[in-house]
């Protein structure tokens, strides 16, 4: 494999200049899918592909193409990329970094003046967050042919607007069939967003799986009433019931073991009171595990608790699916040129689960897919503080053009 590395600075001036876009003022990034700040930092990247000379195409649910063209043109492409939305409090590395560190390996196959047999594909993923709609990942799945076009584009989000009409606002409802590009492989480059290869000084993460993930939106309605009149024993108290359910997910992870985690990660209150009792309540629960069969056996005791929760308390509770995606095994071969590509660099590797979604988790399901992975300072991710050190960026990035050379040589 060929030696040549990406520049740190070049890098880091790319990402620097696209985490501008949504900046707030602790430092961090908003760029909520199909925001303004989304069209901006597509804009924004679309000019980047062109410069680079790529054929740029953009799909019926917005998903960004841009192509390198290969010797032999009707050859499948390879396909790196990821995505550049972002969650409301996020980070300038997450998701953006795999998508213009590819455009950085392209860069360099130019400047180095390498012609390759395959087509080299980066891609920009719409909604990989799932912040405003759900699920996450839905570009990368409808992409995949997981979700039908029109119930993507027939989504409601959090604050009311459909995807499909905010799509079009903002320019990027494309004519490219979706699902038209099928690749070779596609590897995607990512920060950990979890503390194991710093902890354990390994520069190069190899993803060999990914969590299985389970969202449910859980409505209880119960009672109002006076809160300094009504017994305890006499109320319907929503919020107290949605507290239970907080407190008997992270018992019930910790008690599966074995990689489980649970997480309420928004619950609301109403009237939302201090002296009145809570009529309703809306929480979120995310399950997740590697293990197909474990993951099932935690949302069956999560749905027993939640029915012997409502005759307890007098309370109505209801259920609703807002993404349900089972744990995914990545390419063995394409987790060895990785390993290989890192050892030629005289880096250390790990092999590691990913706790977190990834577009490659549905590439997955119409090519060989895998992912690498560098080091997140703190285990931060999701957070303005979110780090990675411009030589762990670019060694990543090496990494990457090290198996794209090997892959798109195929």
């Given at each position: 494999m060929a030696?040549?590395?990406?520049?740190?600075?070049?890098?880091l001036a790319r990402l620097n200049e696209h985490g501008a876009i949504g900046a707030t003022a602790d430092g961090g990034v908003c760029r909520l899918a199909l925001s303004d700040a989304d069209r901006a930092g597509r804009d924004r990247l679309v000019a980047w592909m062109r410069e680079l000379g790529l054929a740029v195409q953009i799909d019926a649910i917005g998903n960004i193409f841009g192509t390198r063209a290969g010797t032999?043109?009707?050859?499948?492409?390879?396909?790196?990329?990821?995505?550049?939305?972002?969650?409301?409090?996020?980070?300038?590395?997450?998701?953006?970094?795999?998508?213009?560190?590819?455009?950085?390996?392209?860069?360099?196959?130019?400047?180095?003046?390498?012609?390759?047999?395959?087509?080299?594909?980066?891609?920009a993923f719409t909604n990989?967050?799932?912040?405003?709609?759900?699920?996450?990942?839905?570009?990368?799945?409808?992409?995949?042919?997981?979700?039908?076009?029109?119930?993507?584009?027939?989504?409601?989000?959090s604050d009311g607007t459909r995807l499909g009409d905010e799509l079009r606002?903002?320019?990027?409802?494309?004519?490219?069939?979706?699902?038209?590009?099928?690749?070779?492989?596609?590897?995607?480059?990512?920060i950990e967003q979890g503390p194991v290869l710093e902890a354990e000084a390994a520069a190069i993460g190899a993803v060999a799986d990914l969590q299985g993930i389970s969202w449910q939106e859980i409505v209880i309605r119960g009672q109002s009433n006076h809160a300094g009149t009504t017994p305890?024993?006499?109320?319907?108290?929503?919020?107290?019931?949605?507290a239970a359910v907080a407190v008997f997910v992270r018992e019930l992870a910790l008690r599966l073991g074995a990689g489980q985690v649970a997480t309420v990660g928004r619950l609301e209150l109403q009237p939302g009171l201090i002296n009145v009792i809570a009529s309703q309540a809306t929480l979120t629960v995310d399950l997740r595990n590697s293990d197909e069969d474990r993951l099932r056996q935690a949302e069956a005791e999560l749905q027993a608790f939640l029915q012997r929760l409502a005759e307890q308390e007098g309370v109505t509770i209801t259920a609703r699916r807002l993404a349900r995606f089972e744990p995914v095994v990545f390419d063995p071969r394409l987790l060895r040129l990785i390993e290989a590509a890192a050892a030629g660099r005289g880096l250390a590797t790990r092999r590691m689960t990913s706790g977190a979604g990834h577009d490659a988790q549905m590439l997955a399901r119409i090519c060989p897919a895998a992912m690498i992975f560098v080091p997140s300072a703190g285990g931060l991710s999701?957070?303005?503080?979110?780090?990675?050190?411009?030589?762990?960026?670019?060694?990543?990035?090496?990494?990457?053009l090290d198996v794209v050379r090997r892959l798109a040589a195929e």
């Open positions: 030696r040549q590395a990406i520049a740190e600075d070049r890098l032999e043109p009707g050859a499948a492409p390879v396909m790196v990329g990821s995505h550049i939305d972002t969650v409301a409090n996020g980070g300038r590395y997450d998701g953006n970094y795999g998508v213009l560190a590819g455009l950085e390996v392209l860069r360099r196959l130019d400047e180095d003046g390498v012609h390759t047999r395959r087509p080299i594909v980066v891609a990989e967050e799932g912040v405003r709609y759900q699920p996450d990942m839905l570009g990368s799945l409808v992409h995949a042919g997981g979700l039908a076009l029109q119930d993507a584009l027939d989504t409601v989000g606002r903002i320019g990027y409802a494309g004519e490219l069939p979706v699902g038209s590009i099928r690749p070779h492989a596609y590897v995607e480059l990512h305890m024993r006499l109320r319907h108290d929503a919020g107290h019931a949605a999701h957070n303005p503080r979110e780090h990675t050190s411009a030589a762990e960026l670019a060694q990543g990035a090496s990494v990457l």
